[in-house]
């Protein structure tokens, strides 16, 4: 059997908002988090600018895979996230903003500390009180422990403990 390979993730957390916010208005937007579809998944296509074959993660049952969208548009995908419940923390697997959400003419910030947040909620919810690791970038190490508190462990792995995750939860999360 194929040992699965850990994705090193290279999201940037540009901003942590309350929402996400419109680059260009400066309007804030409530977000839903909510599970990816089958039918979601031919707009989300290397095709059309994606990095990642989401296919692949949708189609692993071990995996849970969520889209963010706007609150009263679920039909446009602002960024998806693939997690894994493990024995006592969530595991992010794989984290991207869409397309036009990258780069410096970003469409909207704050989508990936959105998604960091919800995995984070998840992790409470299921008692393991806000632990979420991941396989980080060696390069975005230093960021990762500046903008979401999360603490370097080994090697490339990356912790965010309750206390930070808490303050993302309630940052994004007002429930």
């Given at each position: 059997?194929?040992?699965?390979?850990?994705?090193?993730?290279?999201?940037?957390?540009?901003?942590?908002?309350?929402?996400?916010?419109?680059?260009?208005?400066?309007?804030?937007?409530?977000?839903?988090?909510?599970?990816?579809?089958?039918?979601?998944?031919?707009?989300?296509?290397?095709?059309?600018?994606?990095?990642?074959?989401?296919?692949?993660?949708?189609?692993?049952i071990?995996?849970?895979?969520?889209?963010?969208?706007?609150?009263?548009?679920?039909?446009?995908?602002?960024?998806?996230?693939?997690?894994?419940?493990?024995?006592d923390?969530?595991?992010?697997?794989?984290?991207?903003?869409?397309?036009?959400?990258?780069?410096?003419?970003?469409?909207?910030?704050?989508?990936?500390?959105?998604?960091v947040?919800?995995?984070?909620?998840?992790?409470?919810?299921?008692?393991?009180?806000?632990?979420?690791?991941?396989?980080?970038?060696?390069?975005?190490?230093?960021?990762?422990?500046?903008?979401l508190?999360?603490?370097?462990?080994?090697?490339?792995?990356?912790?965010?403990?309750?206390?930070?995750?808490?303050i993302?939860v309630?940052?994004?999360?007002?429930?």
């Amino acid at each position: 059997m194929e040992k699965a390979k850990n994705i090193e993730q290279d999201f940037v957390i540009d901003r942590l908002t309350n929402s996400i916010l419109n680059t260009i208005s400066g309007d804030s937007f409530q977000t839903d988090v909510f599970r990816l579809s089958k039918t979601d998944l031919k707009h989300i296509t290397r095709k059309k600018g994606w990095n990642f074959n989401w296919k692949l993660e949708f189609d692993d049952i071990k995996k849970e895979v969520y889209k963010l969208t706007i609150s009263n548009n679920s039909d446009i995908i602002q960024g998806l996230l693939s997690i894994t419940m493990e024995q006592d923390h969530v595991f992010m697997n794989l984290l991207e903003s869409a397309p036009f959400n990258i780069g410096k003419h970003k469409l909207y910030e704050g989508v990936a500390g959105n998604l960091v947040a919800y995995a984070c909620k998840i992790s409470f919810q299921k008692g393991f009180e806000g632990y979420v690791a991941f396989t980080a970038k060696s390069r975005l190490i230093e960021h990762y422990e500046k903008t979401l508190g999360a603490i370097h462990f080994k090697n490339q792995r990356m912790i965010i403990e309750t206390i930070p995750a808490r303050i993302l939860v309630e940052k994004y999360f007002k429930t």
